[in-house]
């Protein structure tokens, strides 16, 4: 898989995993919430901060694939969790501050 191609898969599965706590309420999109009818919010954002480590982990890996492994220092890791939770603004929106016409 070529640079781009990778990078575009990426910015794709940012996207989806950001938005996913907010669109299910299955913990990790795979266990059932019996305990809780409606999933908690804290619980959104551990999810939120599970899949930022994890889309994390296959970007390094990508990375490592092609090559052209960098290091990385703390600025970029702190832009890339303010970008993962800028692209979670459309799940959030869906899930609390869209008006339900009942």
């Not at 409606?38 to 296959?58: Q, S, T």
């Not at 390094?60 to 600025?75: D, H, K, M, P, V």
């Amino acid at each position: 898989m070529n640079v781009s191609a990778s990078s575009w898969l990426i910015i794709l599965l940012a996207i989806l995993a950001s938005n996913l706590p907010f669109l299910n309420e299955r913990c990790f999109a795979l266990i059932s919430m019996r305990r809780f009818p409606i999933k908690p919010f804290w619980l959104r954002l551990i999810e939120l901060i599970g899949f930022y480590f994890v889309l994390g982990a296959l970007a390094f890996a990508l990375e490592s694939l092609t090559g052209n492994r960098f290091i990385q220092t703390w600025e970029f890791y702190a832009v890339t969790a303010c970008l993962f939770i800028v692209l979670a603004f459309p799940g959030f929106i869906f899930r609390y501050l869209k008006k339900r016409h009942v």
